[in-house]
């Protein structure tokens, strides 16, 4: 072709001259629509079929177009005036083109903005049947529900293993409408007033002036508000326990902390607490084993999540309930019920399941589902109702208000993870990113053109939809006022508690983690003012983490009630728990047995754990296909190490020694014992054996369901 030439290029001819790219030649099916892709058009007040076909999604047809559906033969080359030329203002594909990958980004969430979702289902067992009118609460109703894990004060770019709260924010696309419950993995909250929000934030951010460091609660402005929060103390001493670093999404607790009223169909109250438990167990990883993970795999729970949900090892947890009286002071064994730094102990209050839920798919796109999802405590059903802790009442107003930004306007429940899976009839007309297209002439009411409709659902009726019950709560008789009530004054007994509750290695752990991030605070006294509030808390925690900063040790301040201790606030118990998509590491090398090696991968299955060979090289070694080499293998992946290869690569005795020091179980087959000893690891030391490679497997077998071998701290 000649570089003058004037070249018209008809669809079907090749767009160039360049070499083919490989695409794939037979073009594939559209994706099968989602169950909740059914637009909202169809539910007009009228039912008139609307202009807009219900699957005008995406991907449709099998050739490349223009937004406008315009056939395009080409989208690698700009229009250009010759083949040296410049570009051509004309060439609209190239402006549509750069134009839409220019706004590709929204704004990230201000603050959980890193996460990850699965799709499930909740089923209900009826046992809460009898304090609410909550339809998906009926025994025996399977309901859909979405799920958004999440750090709170990374960016969306930011590592997984941060030391900090986890979000856990669950929407069920009920009967009645959607009911989002926008919970936490930690049951208490740092400060007791919403109008705080934006100060604690602003606080755990980074600093403003070089927006360092990310992700991470070690640093002054941190500590500064902390400090200066005695009510904060509660919240952050579980965010100072392993409890800030799970080792799974699927293995993490979840809180709705404030406490909700439920209503039944007689107008009967209780107030309740909302937990989600996990089957799994609660697990966490220890922090020198996050700090690495950070590094080498900054993505390790959105990829756990993922890979357990396509294995097939879907996980579930129990919805579980505590419940109060009604009564009017909403005061329980004495501690307040609207405080959200406080917790009801199990031990006072215990756990009443109402029903269980499995997730078990993974969002198709990551943009349209895990980002677009939009949570708010206010997205509440028949039978469920607020309370006046003030935290909440001010995250009724947060939610909605956030996402017209971060969403583009007031419509965003038109978005398909956000459509409700019940009909929908609203006189919400118009705005940005309007989906619907509406019929009839009346969005008011009451009206007399379009039939009357929509019509209001009845409060208590046996007929038709329930409607939304707003529970006539008496409203308390006093002057206005920016106060607290007193009963929220005690700070410092549940942060006392909790490190009472815990095991000594939990408490050591503790202990380290205040000396870790206060050692990286620079402003004396704010470490000075820390320790103060730690003092407050416990004498022995105080004498240690003030030990490590040089400094001495403050005489109380306040007088601290003591409470007993709450057994299931420690996360290290002598439970057993289902092992489901562990990943146990075979070290082997081109000299291991392959029938040795075939067996031990048999047993591994066949016990629903994942096995991960690894080998000098990849491809294939000793009859297996290998999935990491030394050079790509990482302790951090691993829950159990077995080496059946005699080797001294620096690698592999690195990643021995970092399972170690994690309190992972390590086996070695006899005749490669040298391995374990070449990595200063004590064959007698806990949660160790050299055997017979299938001894060998079944002694790391029977470590896996306790987590760690926490006698390795111990001894
Ligand atoms: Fe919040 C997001 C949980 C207090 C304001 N919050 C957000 C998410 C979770 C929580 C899990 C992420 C939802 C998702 O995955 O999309 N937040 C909590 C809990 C709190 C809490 C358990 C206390 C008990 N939050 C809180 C307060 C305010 C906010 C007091 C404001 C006054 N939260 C927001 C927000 C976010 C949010 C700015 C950011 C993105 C979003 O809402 O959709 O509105």
Redesign the pocket.
Same mark, same amino acid.
């Not at 969430?109 to 959980?112: A, G, I, L, N, P």
């Given at each position: 072709m000649t570089e003058d030439a004037n070249e018209i290029k008809l669809p079907g001819a090749p767009a160039t001259e360049s070499p083919a790219v490989g695409e794939p030649t037979t073009p594939r099916g559209r994706l099968a629509p989602k169950p909740d892709q059914s637009g909202p058009e169809t539910r007009t007040p009228t039912g008139a079929p609307t202009t807009a076909p219900q699957d005008a999604v995406a991907q449709q047809g099998h050739y490349l177009t223009t937004a406008q559906g315009v056939p395009l033969a080409d989208t690698d080359h700009s229009l250009k005036a010759g083949r040296r030329g410049p570009v051509l203002l004309q060439d609209h594909h190239l402006r549509e083109k750069i134009t839409h990958f220019d706004h590709e980004r929204i704004p990230e %969430? *201000? *603050?959980?903005a890193r $996460?990850a979702a699965a799709h499930g289902h909740f089923v209900a067992n009826g046992e809460a049947e009898k304090y609410t009118a909550a339809a998906f609460l009926k025994a025996g109703t399977v309901t859909d529900t979405f799920v %958004?894990f /999440?750090t709170v004060l990374g960016s969306r770019g930011s590592a997984d293993t941060a030391r900090d709260t986890r $979000?856990?924010?669950t929407k069920f696309y009920t009967t009645e409408g959607v009911y989002d419950l *926008? =919970?936490?993995n930690i049951p208490v909250?740092f +400060?007791q007033d919403?109008i705080k929000?934006p100060d604690i934030i602003h606080a755990g951010k980074p600093h403003p002036d070089r927006e360092i460091p990310q992700a991470q609660s070690a640093h002054d402005t941190f500590w500064d508000f902390v400090s200066l929060h005695t009510e904060a103390q509660h919240h952050t001493i579980w965010n100072m326990s392993d409890r800030a670093l799970p080792r799974s999404y699927r293995m993490m607790q979840g809180f709705g +902390?404030?406490t909700f009223r439920l209503v039944n169909a007689d107008g009967a109250t209780v107030l309740v607490k909302f937990h989600w438990r996990p089957r799994l167990g609660t697990h966490g990883l220890v922090w020198e084993e996050a700090q690495l993970i950070a590094g080498k795999d900054p993505d390790y729970h959105r990829r756990d999540l993922a890979d357990a949900i396509e294995a097939g090892a879907y996980p579930e947890w129990d919805f579980a309930i505590q419940v109060f009286p009604d009564t009017e002071d909403q005061l329980f064994a004495g501690i307040d019920l609207l405080d959200?730094t406080k917790l009801v102990p199990e031990e006072l209050a215990p756990l009443k399941v109402i029903g269980t839920m499995t997730l078990d798919r993974n969002p198709l796109n990551y943009f349209d589902e895990t980002e677009q *999802?939009?949570?708010h405590p206010g997205h509440l059903v028949p039978g469920i109702d607020v309370t006046s802790d003030p #935290? #909440?009442q =001010?995250?009724l107003? /947060?939610?909605l208000?956030?996402?017209i930004t %971060?969403l583009g306007g007031p419509n965003f429940a038109q978005i398909p993870i956000n459509r409700p899976h019940a009909d929908v009839n609203d006189m919400l007309r118009d705005g940005l990113h309007q989906d619907a297209v509406h019929s009839g002439v009346a969005p008011y009411r009451p009206n007399s053109l379009d039939g009357g409709c929509p019509f209001p659902a009845a409060l208590h009726g046996d007929e038709g939809a329930q409607a939304f019950i707003d529970v006539p709560q008496p409203v308390q008789q006093d002057v206005v006022t920016r106060a607290q009530p007193a009963s929220f004054d005690d700070h410092f007994s549940q942060a006392r508690q909790f490190y009472r509750s815990l095991t000594p290695i939990e408490q050591q752990h503790v202990k380290q983690a205040y000396s870790f991030e206060l050692g990286k605070v620079y402003e004396q006294t704010i470490k000075e003012r820390e320790l103060q509030a730690l003092v407050n808390i416990d004498v022995d925690l105080a004498a240690f983490v003030a030990e490590q900063l040089g400094l001495d040790v403050p005489a109380a301040s306040e007088n601290v009630p003591d409470t007993d201790p709450s057994g299931a606030l420690s996360m290290i118990t002598d439970d057993e728990w289902p092992v489901d998509g562990r990943q146990l590491g075979i070290v082997i090398d081109d000299e291991t047995d392959a029938s040795v090696l075939a067996s031990v991968r048999e047993a591994v299955d066949a016990a629903g754990v994942t096995p991960v060979v690894i080998a000098p090289h990849g491809g294939t070694a000793a009859g297996s296909p290998v999935q990491r080499t030394f050079q790509t293998a990482a302790s951090i992946e691993l829950d159990a190490v077995l080496v059946l290869a005699s080797t001294s690569d620096p690698r592999i005795v690195q990643l021995l020694a970092e399972a170690f020091r994690h309190d992972k179980a390590i086996a070695a087959a006899t005749e490669a014992a040298d391995t374990l000893h070449v990595a200063a690891i004590s064959v007698s030391a806990p949660g160790i054996a050299v055997e017979e490679p299938a001894e060998a497997t079944r002694a790391l077998l029977e470590l896996l369901p306790s987590h760690r071998v926490w006698g390795r701290e111990s001894a």
């Open positions: %969430r *201000v *603050v959980h $996460g %958004r /999440s $979000g856990f924010a *926008v =919970g936490n909250f +400060i919403a929000f +902390i404030h959200p *999802v939009a949570f #935290l #909440l =001010g995250r107003f /947060s939610y208000d956030t996402q %971060r």
